[in-house]
């Protein structure tokens, strides 16, 4: 495997350009499932969740032209299984998105129970409630999920939890039932929001998406035969954004929805950083060590828990004593420990870290726990003195397009080696 070896200080400084979402390209190819016919999906992230989640729909019969490396042509006419490949399914969080498109497209679905970042318990008991309701029976063991119904009838469904999966999965498995359905409670984050713009644009009717109540018609085919362009990933240019707060660089990033990203604007300056809006790109510039904060996660507009390591980063080294309280997950602090190596000083115990800031990190080997953990050990990297090397690489290919490559334009001094 490889690893990443980086040699720090450095203030970074230029442009990037941000990839497509990840987390709206993993729901948007799934939903190509429920769509008798063809579909061009342009802006897709180069990443291996995406390779991935090809593979599966391959393997269901759909037929993929890759047309340039972030543009594919999916022909889902000729789909002839529901039986999703369990070795795949259960490598990746996101592949429950195939028991809602494969449950709505083939009223079947049989999907490997997924697997992801770990970062504590991950139920899925909203996705089920809002199958059952909608007609479904669902049964779970054996590693697998097996989710079948003779027909599926929009109905009334409220979350009891605001989940991003559980509103997107029953989204997938009402677009093609008969009548109404309406999600309550639903989750609000701009890859909710694609999905849905997706799934009208071939020819469901879904209205609502971004609010809390969320009305899908049900309609009786999806044709396709249109184009579709995956919104720009939010986290990622997040990602870039507290790189520059912890690195205190300037960095102009393009292709971002600064809309997206207003709790995390407000959070860096009051964090005594620097921030430019101009169109669809933001310029962040910190030209001192970061003030200390207090960090609440929470479902969007909230701030994300998806940049939650990131800040971290910018909290270890900042100026004074700050708190995170990390509201989504029940395990999202291994990073902390790996900051620590590095001369950070965080305690963290259970959903809550205190962070004592120091004025510097040191290099250190360090080892990427999730995804975006791995992110903001690559920021540490950059931002440390002398040599870190970050290990667990697969974690940060899957949700990370060229990154080592977009830091190295910014003036890391990085680069992969084979271990
Ligand atoms: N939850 C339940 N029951 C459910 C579903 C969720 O109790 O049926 C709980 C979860 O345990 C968690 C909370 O509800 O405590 C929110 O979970 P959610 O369902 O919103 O998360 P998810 O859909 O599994 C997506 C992203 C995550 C991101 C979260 C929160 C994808 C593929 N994953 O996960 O992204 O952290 O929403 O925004 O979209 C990442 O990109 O690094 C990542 C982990």
Redesign the pocket.
């Known amino acids: 495997m490889d690893k990443l070896v980086i040699n720090g200080a450095t203030k970074l400084k230029g442009d990037v350009v941000i990839s497509g979402a990840?987390?709206a390209a993993?729901a948007i190819l799934p939903a190509t499932l429920l769509i008798d016919g063809i579909c061009t999906i342009e802006n897709l992230p180069h990443i291996s969740d995406v390779t991935l989640y090809c593979e599966i729909l391959e393997s269901l019969g759909a037929k993929i032209t890759w047309n340039t490396p972030h543009e594919i042509t999916i022909d889902t006419r000729n789909i002839h299984s529901a039986q999703a490949p369990l070795e795949i399914t259960s490598k990746f969080?996101?592949s429950y998105y195939l028991i809602g498109s494969l449950l709505g497209r083939c009223k079947e679905a049989v999907v490997g129970l997924p697997g992801g970042?770990n970062?504590g318990?991950?139920?899925?008991?909203?996705?089920i409630k809002g199958f059952e309701a909608l007609g479904a029976k669902v049964d779970v063991g054996q590693g697998k999920i097996t989710a079948s119904a003779k027909k599926l009838t929009g109905t009334s469904i409220y979350m009891d939890?605001?989940?991003?999966?559980?509103t997107i999965n029953v989204m997938l498995a009402s677009v093609l039932a008969e009548g109404t359905t309406t999600i309550d409670n639903a989750?609000k984050?701009p890859?909710i929001v694609d999905v849905a713009n997706f799934l009208n644009t071939m020819g469901a009717d879904i209205r609502g998406a971004g609010t809390d109540m969320i009305k899908i018609h049900g309609v009786p085919k999806l044709t396709g035969n249109a184009t579709y362009s995956v919104v720009p990933d939010q986290?990622e240019a997040g990602t870039f954004m507290l790189a520059a707060v912890a690195s205190r660089g300037d960095i102009t990033i393009h292709n971002c929805i600064t809309k997206h990203l207003e709790s995390v604007t407000a959070k860096i300056i009051e964090m005594g950083a620097n921030v430019q809006e101009d169109g669809d790109t933001i310029r962040v510039w910190c030209n001192k060590r970061p003030n200390r904060a207090t960090v609440k996660t929470l479902?969007y507009p909230g701030f994300?828990?998806?940049l939650q390591p990131q800040i971290g980063v910018a909290l270890a080294i900042a100026d004074g004593n700050s708190t995170i309280n990390e509201s989504?997950?029940e395990s999202r602090f291994q990073y902390t420990y790996e900051l620590n190596k590095m001369g950070a000083k965080i305690t963290a115990q259970g959903k809550s870290a205190f962070f004592e800031g120091v004025k510097s990190l040191s290099g250190s080997p360090v080892f990427a726990t999730?995804?975006?953990a791995g992110a903001a050990l690559i920021i540490a990297g950059i931002v440390a003195n002398g040599t870190t090397e970050v290990h667990n690489l697969d974690h940060i290919d899957r949700?990370y397009e060229n990154i080592e490559e977009k830091f190295r334009k910014l003036g890391a001094k990085i680069k992969r080696v084979s271990e």
């Open positions: 990840k987390n993993v969080r996101a970042c970062l318990a991950r139920p899925i008991d909203q996705h939890i605001v989940s991003v999966g559980a989750a984050e890859h986290i479902p994300p828990t998806d989504i997950w999730d995804l975006r949700g």
